[in-house]
């Protein structure tokens, strides 16, 4: 008997849990209409169509009957009885018949602008109506490139796995998300993540969620890219905004509703273009129909962006609630396109629920375990919106070529071909992989030449790697030896490292370090051999100080909780100090170079510190308030808020030295702190005290030293850890010091306001750094200058005005901002 209730339940489980209403959604000369909304009268059941107009509604097992309502900016909302769980519709939707609000217009008052006050009145009321709730979420995204270059810059791009045809035209990326979210005012906020497919890999995991898909317009400020973008409906909207009323309509509830353009004051501003919908007298949001351009957004390459929004009625709970979402971006440069679209639909509202403690953790997001295995049934059964032709076959395509491609066979014949060796990978380098089995040894080449310094002359290195990586526990191992050999020393300097992750979960790492190597003074290296070899040879400025190290380091590493990661290292090290020995230059002869030793630069016989060797051993611990974390299956994914400043905490000693006044102690607490100004900009600040003691006569590479800048250039990048005008080795000290920094990126926000300049589309940042010793007056440094400097698409460089200060003025100076010095290591 039991056996047959079992077989029964399993035949009707489709039917009963599964049940779904399908159909098309056409306008009356029979063109398809996407992103119609689609939902059960009185409910929060609802789903959009498709690209084709198609449409899928899932049935709970209690709506056997009930009325569709079909809703979609510019149409007539209809409704459409159904009376059984399987049923086929064919709708055709009538264009909305507009006409202009009764309203009088006067020279006094707009009508739109009376809407849009009521709806600012009213917002955060409003808004209040998303205090909690929990919801459903399906999410589709995609992206398409057209006319991809075979080669860039003399690299074959390849079909990128099957995506591309013979035309560089296809889809690259494509998946989908099936979630349950959950939200309690102000930020409390948690997404399970219960099924994601990605075409083309059956491991991998889609990023489009629930969190990622939060735009909402009842709040002041909407963040896109790098920017906060105004909405319509913000307190300052006045300022941004001109509006127009074009029209209204009634809908199938009896809501006027009013049909509002919005016109941008000034187009490099944070700002939209298009269409916002009111609902008179309770004055929510009805749908949004908005656009913005890359420049906007502070992204050179996205030509627009766009975003569209449906609500729909609960009669029952009074409640318009966001039911889809669409995001549109056309993007491209070189003659290359490319187009993204995101689905969003949220169903099965429920804004009565009363949340407990334990339902909000430092876990945002969790992806079930098995949520990347889900079959083709279970997606037959959930997913939202009909895949279109061309992505089914993308699917299907893709999921083929990955049964052949990830094959030993074909992985085997691909590395056969790409592990030919050719003559010229003895200059340019050389790598042989075994992607099956996921390890691999590489070859540097002999390109890395050119690099200069009055202690080594020019320098040429290159050096061997091996690799090896597993998927389970995704663990990643690494050995690296490198050779340096500098012609005026005539010495071969080696260095051998192993490096291994055991796992991305608490990120546990263990590196182990030795050989010969040099090391400049600053251990943060601030001085990249591409700018010293410039300045040496072109201005015979040698900033770069060095000594020499015969060592062995162990650094071990990992999160022990949530926001809280430790560091701890030993180090054994034989110093000694070094001398120049190349005096070339290629122009001002007369110009005598300073010695190697900072502390005496004009006495080129002096030695910096006395040869000794010393144990230094580091603990640290970064400590991130308010840190949450993505969990997956094949890993942990930490996200940092910036509500809360970070901090952390060093000790280091030194002890065991050859001469006992080389041990030493210091204690270090950083903290940096990072706000978004609302749509003001960028707020970062960055602060830095610490203590020497037992440190009296401690050689110079224990000193503390400061990042400072003589070269008059740097990147472009946030500023918070070095000085600009500061001499580099001027302020190193053995005792106390405090160091601030402080950087307002204004992000457009005054200059585009100021008409012809706003054309330019650069940022004023300003900035204050400061260094405090004992017995010396505070060095400081004042700054004002242009971001995003450039041409087009091509914003590369910074320009800042520097003054500094040390009780009186001191000098000033300009510093310019190059976008190739961020991309270069620093040693």
């Known amino acids: 008997m039991n056996y047959k209730i079992a077989l029964f339940t399993f035949i009707l489980f489709p039917i009963v849990v599964f049940s779904q209403i399908k159909g098309t959604v056409k306008d009356e000369k029979g063109n398809a209409l996407s992103f119609v909304n689609v939902y059960i009268e009185g409910t929060y059941t609802g789903t959009t169509t498709n690209e084709l107009g198609k449409f899928e509604l899932f049935l709970k097992k209690d709506q056997t009957k009930g009325t569709l309502v079909f809703q979609s900016l510019g149409f007539k909302t209809q409704k459409i009885t159904f009376d059984t769980p399987h049923q086929i519709f064919e709708v055709v939707m009538v264009e909305e018949s507009y006409e202009l609000a009764e309203v009088a217009i006067t020279s006094k008052e707009n009508p739109a602008n009376a809407i849009i006050r009521n709806a600012i009145k009213n917002r955060e009321k409003n808004s209040m109506i998303y205090k909690k709730f929990t919801a459903d979420f399906y999410s589709r995204g995609i992206f398409k490139l057209k006319n991809m270059p075979k080669k860039i810059f003399g690299q074959e791009i390849g079909d990128l796995d099957g995506a591309l045809d013979s035309t560089g035209t296809g889809i690259i990326y494509l998946s989908e998300t099936v979630s349950k979210v959950a939200y309690d005012h102000p930020n409390q906020f948690s997404e399970t993540i219960i099924a994601s497919k990605v075409s083309g890999d059956h491991k991998g995991y889609s990023f489009n969620t629930a969190d990622g898909a939060n735009f909402d317009f009842y709040m002041t400020t909407l963040s896109l890219g790098g920017m906060k973008m105004i909405s319509p409906i913000a307190n300052n909207a006045f300022a941004y905004y001109k509006f127009k009323l074009e029209s209204s309509f009634k809908d199938n509830n009896g809501f006027l509703i009013n049909k509002i353009q919005l016109i941008p004051k000034r187009d490099n501003e944070p700002v939209f273009d298009g269409y916002l919908f009111i609902v008179e007298d309770t004055w929510q949001i009805y749908g949004v129909d908005l656009t913005t351009k890359g420049k906007r957004i502070a992204n050179e390459f996205t030509k627009t962006l766009g975003i569209t929004q449906n609500y729909t009625y609960n009669p029952t709970d009074k409640i318009w609630s966001k039911n889809s979402q669409i995001i549109d971006i056309n993007a491209g440069a070189f003659g290359i396109d490319f187009f993204g679209k995101f689905n969003h639909v949220f169903s099965n509202y429920n804004f009565e629920k009363v949340f407990e403690k334990k339902d909000f953790t430092k876990q945002m997001i969790n992806y079930e375990?098995?949520?990347?295995?889900?079959?083709?049934?279970?997606?037959?059964?959930?997913?939202?919106?009909?895949?279109?032709?061309?992505?089914?076959?993308?699917?299907?395509?893709?999921?083929?070529?990955?049964?052949?491609?990830?094959?030993?066979?074909?992985?085997?014949?691909?590395?056969?071909?790409?592990?030919?060796?050719?003559?010229?990978?003895?200059?340019?380098?050389?790598?042989?992989?075994n992607s099956f089995e996921k390890w691999g040894w590489g070859y540097d080449g002999m390109l890395n030449f050119g690099n200069f310094n009055t202690v080594q002359g020019w320098i040429i290195s290159s050096g061997f790697s091996f690799f090896k990586s597993k998927e389970e526990p995704n663990q990643k191992m690494r050995i690296n030896t490198n050779l340096e050999y500098s012609f005026s020393e005539k010495k071969l300097r080696p260095t051998l490292s192993y490096y291994k992750r055991f796992n991305n979960i608490n990120y546990k790492t263990l590196r182990v370090e030795g050989g010969w190597k040099t090391q400049q003074f600053n251990e943060n290296n601030p001085i990249l051999p591409i700018t010293n070899s410039f300045?040496?040879?072109?201005?015979?400025?040698?900033?770069?100080?060095?000594?020499?190290?015969?060592?062995?380091?162990?650094?071990?590493?990992?999160?022990?909780?949530?926001?809280l990661h430790l560091k701890t290292g030993l180090e054994f090290a034989a110093r000694s100090p070094l001398r120049n020995t190349d005096f070339?230059?290629?122009?001002?002869?007369?110009?005598?170079?300073?010695?190697?030793?900072?502390?005496?630069?004009?006495?080129?016989?002096?030695?910096?510190?006395?040869?000794?060797?010393?144990?230094?051993?580091?603990?640290?611990?970064h400590i991130t308030f308010g840190q949450k974390y993505i969990n997956r299956p094949d890993g942990r994914i930490n996200v940092s808020t910036k509500n809360y400043p970070k901090f952390q905490l060093t000790y280091k000693k030194g002890l065991l030295g050859s001469k006992e006044n080389f041990n030493?102690?210091?204690?270090?607490?950083?903290?940096?702190?990072?706000?978004?100004?609302?749509?003001?900009?960028?707020?970062?600040?960055?602060?830095?005290?610490?203590?020497?003691?037992?440190?009296?006569?401690?050689?110079?590479?224990?000193?503390?030293?400061?990042?400072?800048?003589?070269?008059?250039?740097?990147?472009?990048?946030?500023?918070?850890?070095?000085?600009?005008?500061?001499?580099?080795?001027?302020?190193?000290?053995?005792?106390?010091?405090?160091?601030?920094?402080?950087?307002?990126?204004?992000?457009?926000?005054?200059?585009?306001?100021?008409?012809?300049?706003n054309k330019l589309r650069t940022q004023l940042v300003v900035g204050y750094h400061q260094l405090s010793l004992p017995e010396q007056k505070p060095f400081m440094e004042f700054t004002a200058g242009l971001s995003n400097v450039g041409f087009g698409k091509f914003r590369l460089f910074r320009v800042d005005y520097v003054r500094a200060y040390q009780g009186d003025f001191i000098k000033d100076g300009v510093v310019f901002g190059l976008a190739f010095i961020d991309a270069f290591e620093r040693r």
């Open 369 to 433: 375990k098995e949520s990347n295995k889900k079959t083709d049934d279970y997606w037959g059964n959930h997913r939202q919106v009909p895949l279109t032709d061309e992505e089914q076959n993308d699917y299907i395509r893709k999921d083929s070529i990955r049964e052949v491609r990830t094959s030993e066979k074909y992985l085997d014949s691909l590395d056969k071909v790409n592990n030919k060796l050719k003559i010229l990978d003895l200059v340019t380098g050389y790598t042989y992989n």
């Open 535 to 563: 300045s040496t040879l072109y201005f015979k400025d040698n900033f770069l100080k060095i000594y020499d190290k015969k060592f062995v380091t162990v650094k071990f590493s990992q999160d022990l909780i949530t926001g």
């Open 584 to 621: 070339r230059s290629w122009t001002k002869k007369d110009k005598i170079y300073t010695s190697n030793n900072p502390l005496q630069p004009f006495n080129e016989n002096s030695d910096a510190f006395e040869k000794h060797h010393l144990w230094v051993f580091n603990l640290s611990t």
């Open 664 to 757: 030493f102690d210091y204690a270090e607490i950083h903290t940096n702190y990072h706000k978004k100004m609302s749509n003001k900009g960028d707020f970062g600040m960055s602060i830095t005290a610490g203590k020497f003691l037992n440190a009296a006569n401690i050689a110079l590479a224990d000193y503390k030293h400061f990042n400072g800048n003589q070269s008059y250039v740097s990147g472009i990048g946030e500023n918070l850890d070095s000085f600009n005008l500061l001499p580099y080795y001027s302020h190193s000290t053995s005792k106390q010091f405090f160091e601030l920094h402080a950087e307002h990126n204004f992000k457009g926000y005054i200059m585009n306001k100021i008409p012809l300049i």
